[in-house]
């Protein structure tokens, strides 16, 4: 095993294209209703699998639901799976039936039965930033994701879409955007909005039209 190891469990963070991936949530509660919500939001398929589904849920956002307990079948097609019904047994029941299968589970506010965790995240367009404290502290990564928020605001986003457009237009010319030190232009474009209204952290000023 390499010295290098980081010390933290969940060290690897990614983000992950999930249209059209089919992911079950187990458990209707306001926990499980605001984590199918997310997933979603963001184009999963959700099969969402509760004796009791609350009215925290979205039913708009879910491909399929079944009230009912859980079985086996549940997990037919499935490529990740969160559980939050809120009993540790039927909880760890489901990561271990998952885990058989070779599917990834989050178990929410169980680190141990869990492959991938949830980080805290703040959007804004397509700039997503994501806090996460290893499962030792929700709290702490939510908080973190608070003043995080303050910084990645609508003019951080606008900035994405012209150095996307520039990108384009340097392929579109044949050239190649990885041999650009794009920091000069980063300065250039935060100088001109800071420009136009100063900095506030608490981010309520709209700096770029």
Not at 172 to 197: H, M, V
Request: glycine share 8%; charged share 30%; with cysteine.
């Amino acid at each position: 095993m390499s010295s290098q190891r980081s010390s933290a469990r969940f060290s690897y963070p990614v983000f992950l294209d999930l249209d059209d991936v089919v992911v079950l949530v187990v458990g209707g509660g306001r926990i499980g209703a605001r984590k199918a919500d997310a997933l979603g939001a963001a184009g999963a398929r959700v099969r969402l699998v509760a004796i009791d589904v609350s009215d925290h849920v979205d039913r708009s956002l879910m491909y399929e639901v079944r009230e009912k307990a859980f079985d086996a079948a549940d997990l037919d097609g499935v490529r990740l799976v969160v559980t939050a019904t809120g009993d540790f047994d039927v909880d760890q029941a489901i990561s271990n039936a998952a885990r058989e299968r070779n599917i990834w589970t989050n178990a929410a506010d169980q680190p141990v039965d869990c492959e991938w965790i949830l980080p805290a995240i703040t959007r804004a367009g397509r700039v997503t930033g994501a806090i996460s404290t290893d499962g030792a502290s929700p709290a702490l990564a939510g908080y973190l994701r608070d003043r995080l928020a303050k910084i990645i605001t609508d003019d951080v986003a606008e900035i994405a879409g012209v150095l996307a457009r520039e990108r384009a237009e340097v392929k579109a010319g044949g050239g190649s955007t990885e041999d650009i030190d794009w920091r000069p232009r980063l300065a250039e474009l935060f100088a001109e909005i800071d420009r136009a209204c100063p900095w506030s952290p608490e981010g309520n000023c709209r700096r770029i039209e």
